[in-house]
């Protein structure tokens, strides 16, 4: 009985590493991938142009949003950062801001630099 469970077992695990194995790997699927499914935080922009990015965790005004305007700003590519329209004034309660850029902007390394300030969870919106 033993034996019939072991070489159950063994069926398994071949099986498993067989399909593991005929599965595409990430890098794979990223390069497969057409343009139009590429993510803009995964580029250096080729023209210009606007983006908002989502800054969860910029929750003031005084001294979160200043600090994500000038590390944003640090790039030459970047033009302006402007705080995305609020409801009330003097209170973030739309935590995003609006990045008017040139080509060459690295949106991947903007993201990193707000990552490595606190402000892990920014992400591109559009």
């Known amino acids: 009985m033993r034996g019939i469970a072991y070489a159950i077992a063994a069926l398994a695990s071949v099986i498993i590493m067989v ?3 005929k599965m595409p790997s990430e890098s794979s699927q990223a ?7 590429t993510t ?5 922009t080729r023209d210009a142009g606007t983006l908002t990015i989502a800054v969860p965790d910029m929750h003031c005004s005084v ?3 200043p600090r994500v305007k000038e590390l944003l700003e640090n790039s030459e590519a970047v033009e302006t950062v402007e705080l995305a329209e609020q409801k009330e004034a003097g209170i973030i309660d739309n935590r995003q801001v609006v990045v008017h850029y040139q080509s060459g902007f690295n949106v991947r390394q903007a993201l990193s630099d707000l990552e490595k300030e606190g402000f892990a969870k920014s992400d591109v919106v559009h």
């Open 63 to 65: 001294s979160c949003y």
């Open 31 to 37: 390069d497969s991938a057409s343009p139009s499914t």
């Open 19 to 21: 399909a593991v194995a």
């Open 40 to 44: 803009v935080a995964s580029e250096v």
